[in-house]
């Protein structure tokens, strides 16, 4: 799981509906990269079909060699269930911005 080039701090400022109503655009999100994820942990993921996108979505299991990945708002999420499995370059541990709180 390597750090994404270009993103000097581990912050990620989250942008679509994707992940409502764990969490909302705007959101300032603190990334540890390198970690194992858990089934249910939030994390940042990318896609082969889209590698340049990365994508913050909870974990739900292993898929292969990636993980199967969705978002909590199935109606705005595009995710594992229509990409297939996930690379997860890192594991969502805090919101930092608007109400700061531990992530799992």
């Keep these: 799981m390597a750090r994404p080039e270009g993103n000097p701090l581990p912050l990620v400022r989250v942008v679509g509906p994707s ?3 764990t969490l909302r655009t705007g959101d300032v999100v ?4 390198g970690t194992a994820p858990r089934p249910n942990d939030l994390v940042l993921v990318r896609w082969p079909a889209r590698p340049a996108q990365l994508s913050v979505k909870r974990a739900v299991r292993r898929d292969g ?3 199967h990945v969705e978002g909590d708002n199935p109606f705005a999420s595009t ?8 690379e997860v370059v890192g594991v969502v541990r805090f919101r930092l911005w608007p109400r700061p709180r531990r992530l799992r």
């Excluded at 995710?79 to 996930?86: F, I, K, Q």
């Design 19 to 21: 992940m409502v109503p």
């Design 30 to 33: 603190l990334v540890r990269y």
């Design 65 to 67: 060699e990636g993980w």
């Design 79 to 86: 995710d594992s269930r229509t990409l297939g499995p996930a």
